[in-house]
């Protein structure tokens, strides 16, 4: 699932903790291929919906299948490069590796 977040910091409305936050969206953001969003004010709030849905209309599914069969659980980075530089690749930095699992015996 690809997070898209909006700040409210900036907007003047503010809460408790709201410095981390803005952090902690950033990087859920960006470890899941979506964006975070820091709007200056509140009238910026439609442009930035506006642009999260034309993010969400544009999207495409890329399939993968690994051919590492090791079930270790590990973390698995992937890369995904584009030929033409007019496209921007939103995509998490990867995934966890299937892990094994024991099975009891009775």
């Known amino acids: ?6 700040s409210k910091k900036r907007t003047g409305i503010r809460w408790p903790g709201s410095n981390e936050n803005d952090g902690v969206i950033r990087m859920l953001s960006a470890e899941t291929g979506g964006r975070a969003f820091f709007p200056n004010s509140v009238k910026q709030l439609g442009a930035h919906f506006v642009k999260i849905g034309n993010e969400l209309r544009s999207q495409y599914s890329i399939g993968y299948r690994s051919t590492n069969p090791v079930k270790d659980g590990s973390f698995r980075r992937i890369q995904i490069d584009v030929k033409r530089s007019k ?17 009891q015996q009775r």
Request: proline fraction near 4%; charged fraction near 10%; hydrophobic fraction near 50%.
């Open 1 to 6: 699932v690809s997070i898209y977040a909006v």
């Open 87 to 103: 496209y921007v690749v939103r995509a998490r930095s990867g995934y966890y590796a299937p892990q094994q699992v024991a099975v």
